[in-house]
Each structure stands twice: as structure tokens, then as C-alpha cells.
């Protein structure tokens, strides 16, 4: 009784190992191949829980969520032969389970790693060479970065990997670099400041001379104008006195006489004059004769 009480455990407990062999769950963020004597079966799994026959087939599982691979500072060449050390990261995910067990040794994320960095490294190493500094630190970086995502993106499809994104964290130089870079960002800058000064200064003058030149032609509109009124107003006097005299000669110059003794008499300047002068014709005689 013993004997078959242990052969039936015995059993059991072979069923359940079979039992447990035969089954595998796939997670929701595992894709899986299964194998027949190493030959790929299926591979379109989806979540859930499937069999397998024992000792016959066996269960890969891949990571289906999107990986980091978070490079170490690499030094790159640019147009000018000089190096800028560049730090970037690239997201992926597997996207052909199959192709990329075949193409990775097994389906070894560190092996795709590698191939993957080879990748992007030949790509940005190719954009760097044909860019200077200056283009490689302003705007341009974005613009590298797609170009590179891009050409590795299909060459990582031979993997069964599909790349996500493609971020660079910094771009860095080299110290003698970084003071060559400044010098000549210092005197571009220079002669930029250099040339605004002069559009600056010519700029003044122009206004400058327009202003002068303005003013001169107010000026001389004024003067010109002042002249003409001044003119039409001794003619007008002239006229006036012209009919004044006409009218009774007598009372003008007396009149004309005493305007003169108003302005000379009395004054802190000294008049010598002999007393038959014309100038005092009116102080002996009211009428002016003589």
C-alpha cells in the first residue's frame, strides 16, 4: 500500500511539474517567441496565459516597453577639425520580437545596445563632420539630431527595433576650444557692433546735414521775407513823407528838425557846431529863414 501511495504522489507530483511546464503567461509588457528545437513557432502572443508542449517547445520573453540607452560623453569631429563632446540618449522599443532575437545573439539588450549605439554614433559623426562649432552649438543641433534619429531609424529596423526619440542632453568643447570659440564670437561680435556704430554715425550726419540744411533755407525764407516787409515799409514811409513834404514843406522840416534836436540835444555826447549852422536855423527864427 506504501509502494502505491508513493508511485501516486510520484505521479502527481509529475503532472504537476508537466502541468507547470506547459504553461506560460505573457505580461502586458512582455512579447514572447515560442520554439520548437529552436525553430521560431509563433511569435504574435498577446497578453494572457498560453501552453506549450514540454521539452519540446520553449518560451522566450522580450521587455515590450520603450528602453533608454543612456550614452557616456562621446567626442565627435566637426568641419574645422575640432572636437566637441556631446551627451545624448535614445529611447527604443522591439518591435519585431523575431528579427531582433535573430540579429542580437538571442535577443540581448545589451548586444542591441551596442549595435544600436554604433548606429547613432556613425550618424551624428557624419552630421558633425560637415557642420562648424558655431553650427553645432546654435540652432543647428535640432536639426542634426532629427537627421541622425532618421538614418538610424532605419538601420535599426534590420534589429527589429524601432527608435523613439533622440534627445541630446548637452554639447560641450574642449577648453581650447571653448577659448577659441569665444575669441572669435568676441570679434564677430565686435565687428557687428563696429558696423552698427558707423550705419549709426552716418545715420547722424545725414539727419544732421538735412537739419542744418533745413534751417538754412528757414533762415534765409525769413531774411528774404523780413527784407521784402521792411522794403514795402520804408517805401510805404518814404511815400508818406514823400506826401507830408508836398503837402506843406515848412512844417516838415521843422517837424524833421525838432525830431533831430530830440535825439541830439541833451544826450552825453558834444556837438560842435558854429552857431550860423543850417542844423539851428530854428532857434533864431520860427519860420527858418534867416
Do not use: C
Not at 557692433?193 to 542744418?212: H, K, N, S
Amino acid at each position: 500500500m506504501k509502494a502505491i501511495n508513493s508511485l501516486l504522489l510520484v505521479i502527481l507530483a509529475l503532472v504537476v511539474i508537466v502541468g507547470t511546464m506547459s504553461v506560460f503567461v505573457v505580461g502586458e509588457r512582455e512579447l514572447a517567441i515560442k520554439f520548437r528545437f529552436g525553430e521560431v513557432v509563433r511569435a504574435d502572443y498577446e497578453p494572457g496565459v498560453h501552453f506549450k508542449l514540454p521539452f519540446i517547445n520553449t518560451v522566450s520573453k522580450f521587455d515590450d516597453r520603450i528602453l533608454t540607452l543612456d550614452n557616456r560623453p562621446e567626442e565627435f569631429l566637426t568641419a574645422e577639425k575640432k572636437n566637441v563632446i556631446v551627451d545624448f540618449f535614445v529611447k527604443w522599443q522591439i518591435t519585431e520580437p523575431v528579427r531582433f532575437y535573430r540579429a542580437t545573439l538571442g535577443g540581448q539588450e545589451i548586444v542591441a545596445e551596442q549595435r544600436l549605439l554604433e548606429i547613432m554614433k556613425d550618424g551624428l559623426r557624419a552630421e558633425f563632420a560637415q557642420r562648424t562649432v558655431q553650427q553645432v552649438v546654435s540652432a543647428e543641433r535640432t536639426e542634426i539630431m532629427n537627421i541622425a534619429s532618421q538614418a538610424a531609424q532605419d538601420a535599426a529596423r534590420e534589429f527589429g527595433i524601432s527608435i523613439i526619440d533622440v534627445r541630446v542632453k548637452r554639447v560641450e568643447l574642449p577648453g581650447d576650444v571653448s577659448a577659441s570659440v569665444y575669441d572669435r564670437m568676441i570679434t564677430e561680435r565686435s565687428r557687428v557692433a563696429a558696423q552698427l556704430r558707423a550705419e549709426g554715425a552716418e545715420a547722424a550726419e545725414r539727419i544732421r546735414a538735412g537739419v542744418d540744411r533745413e534751417r538754412t533755407v528757414i533762415i534765409s525764407s525769413a531774411f528774404r521775407d523780413a527784407e521784402q516787409v521792411r522794403g514795402e515799409g520804408d517805401a510805404r514811409a518814404a511815400e508818406i513823407y514823400a506826401k507830408a513834404y508836398n503837402r506843406d514843406p515848412d512844417f516838415y522840416s521843422f517837424h524833421r528838425s525838432l525830431e533831430a534836436y530830440q535825439r541830439s540835444i541833451g544826450s552825453n555826447d558834444i556837438l560842435v557846431l558854429e552857431p550860423e549852422n543850417e542844423f539851428f536855423r530854428f532857434f533864431g527864427n520860427k519860420s527858418g529863414r534867416r
